[in-house]
T-cell receptor, first 117, second 115 residues
Framework: DTEVTQTPKHLVMGMTNKKSLKCEQH?????MYWYKQKAKKPPELMFV???????INESVPSRFSPECPNSSLLNLHLHALQPEDSALYLC????????????????FGNGTRLTVT | QKEVEQDPGPLSVPEGAIVSLNCTYS??????FMWYRQYSRKGPELLMY????GNKEDGRFTAQVDKSSKYISLFIRDSQPSDSATYLC???????????????FGQGTILTVHP
């Protein structure tokens, strides 16, 4: 089992709903990431939090709103999504706040499979 | 041209075969090289992680990096049906500055090991 825990595992939501995805890690990692993965495609970076501060936003639409309440938790708030936003949403973490380095590879959770109807 | 090229396969081999998976890349700033295994409906699982050029071995898995050729490989010895998955190569430039260790992935190779 992965040490990055994501809930829920599955989520179905309508286009007018508001929902949140949650990610938790207790490895003391100081960088956390949200990735989006469509079927048969590699993961695409959405956001990076470094030392609990948003450091990268890959031009993600504002209907996705990330939040990092503390060093162990990462949330992704969803509002007014479109059917094309249906995907596997992956959370990841790395030990060092500056990202990947010699002792700091990226570890992924098992994702939340989101379906927007 | 993509920054990272990976043959998507699919690749089908008999149990016990040696599997070779490869990626080429164009960005000479890449310093960190990873291989992930992803089972259906699961997240990517880190298999191997190497820094700069050289080889690294872990059980049945060997990762090779040749920076002069911008080419990385993953070898799986004595392949098992449980190795059937999608294998993703991933790379990152030096941490710090504005990169924050952003990963660039290959397209993934679908591997099936049949009994």
């Amino acid at each position: 089992d992965t040490e990055v825990t994501q809930t829920p595992k599955h989520l179905v939501m309508g286009m007018t709903n508001k929902k949140s995805l949650k990610c938790e890690q207790h490895m003391g990692h100081r960088a956390m990431y949200w990735y989006k993965q469509k079927a048969k495609k590699p993961p695409e970076l959405m956001f990076v939090y470094s030392y609990e501060k948003l450091s990268i936003n890959e031009s993600v639409p504002s209907r996705f709103s990330p939040e990092c309440p503390n060093s162990s938790l990462l949330n992704l708030h969803l509002h007014a999504l479109q059917p094309e936003d249906s995907a596997l949403y992956l959370c990841a973490s790395s030990q060092e706040g500056t990202g990947i380095s010699y002792n700091s590879p990226l570890h992924f959770g098992n994702g939340t499979r989101l379906t927007v109807t | 041209q993509k920054e990272v090229e990976q043959d998507p396969g699919p690749l089908s081999v008999p149990e016990g075969a040696i599997v070779s998976l490869n990626c080429t890349y164009s960005n000479s700033a890449f310093q960190y090289f990873m291989w992930y295994r992803q089972y259906s409906r699961k997240g990517p699982e880190l298999l191997m992680y190497t820094y700069s050029s050289g080889n690294k071995e872990d059980g049945r898995f060997t990762a090779q990096v040749d920076k002069s050729s911008k080419y990385i490989s993953l070898f799986i010895r004595d392949s098992q049906p449980s190795d059937s998955a999608t294998y993703l190569c991933a790379m990152s430039a030096v941490a710090g500055g504005t990169s924050y260790g952003k990963l660039t992935f290959g397209q993934g190779t679908i591997l099936t090991v049949h009994p």
